[in-house]
């Protein structure tokens, strides 16, 4: 499949465990957040989003939390699974029409 | 409703040629942006593209150039190749420009010999 990181910081879980996916963010400006997850040989895939005013958001499995006092995004997983494993990737929108800006991405492995 | 649709998926050329990526968007998204993605640089922004119109440009040589149809339709072109042009190259479209979530292809791999 594709490489699309091989200098990536990685994160290996057992399976059933919780993942915590972190990233710092470093405009202050930013106002809307994405998390992307990108399997082998596939483009980035959505996962969810958050905005400014929010400082935490759920969905299926998944939750966003937003520190904007320190710049801070991270992406809990819950009861993470082998069809987890991919890799992560933050971005921002620095607002005023700016392109989505992404960080260098995690990769996940889940031990099974 | 079909997904974002990149062509070719693999592709290998030898420096100084050139090269032509093609992506059509979800249907009714106007806007179109570029990416390419390496190992050591991760997602770096090409270009947008919203109503044939270049909205936005990355900090990339003018070898990089783009343009988009009126059907929504958008090609990147890169010529005179270099080595470092090795990279997958990753178009999204959203339903308007600058804001919401980005839908990706799965890319075109460019490899460069």
């Known amino acids: 499949g594709e490489s699309v990181g091989l200098h990536l910081p990685t994160l290996s879980v057992q399976e059933g465990d919780n993942s915590i996916i972190n990233c710092a963010y470093s405009?202050?400006?930013?106002?809307?957040f994405i998390w992307y997850k990108q399997e082998s040989g596939k483009g980035p895939q959505f996962i969810i989003d958050?905005?400014?005013?929010?400082d935490k958001r759920q969905g299926q499995r998944v939750t966003v939390l937003l520190n904007k006092t320190v710049k801070h995004l991270s992406l809990q997983i819950a009861a993470t699974q082998p069809g987890d494993s991919a890799v992560y990737f933050c971005a921002e929108n620095r607002g005023g029409n700016t392109p989505l800006v992404f960080g260098k991405g995690t990769r996940l492995s889940v031990i099974a | 409703k079909a997904g974002v649709t990149q062509t070719p998926r693999y592709l290998i050329k030898t420096r100084g040629q050139q090269v032509t990526l093609s992506c059509s968007p979800i249907s009714g998204h106007r806007s179109v942006s570029w990416y390419q993605q390496t190992p050591g640089q991760g997602l770096q922004f090409l270009f947008e593209?919203?109503?044939?119109?270049?909205?936005n440009k990355g900090n990339f040589p003018g070898r990089f150039s783009g343009r988009q149809f009126s059907n929504s339709r958008s090609e990147m072109n890169v010529s005179t190749l270099e080595l470092g042009d090795s990279a997958l190259y990753l178009c999204?479209?959203?339903?308007?420009?600058?804001?919401?979530?980005?839908?990706f292809g799965e890319g075109s791999r460019l490899t460069v010999l």
């Open positions: 999204a479209s959203s339903l308007v420009q600058g804001e919401g979530e980005l839908f």
């Open positions: 405009n202050s400006a930013s106002d809307y």
């Open positions: 593209y919203f109503s044939e119109t270049q909205r």
């Open positions: 958050i905005r400014s005013n929010m």
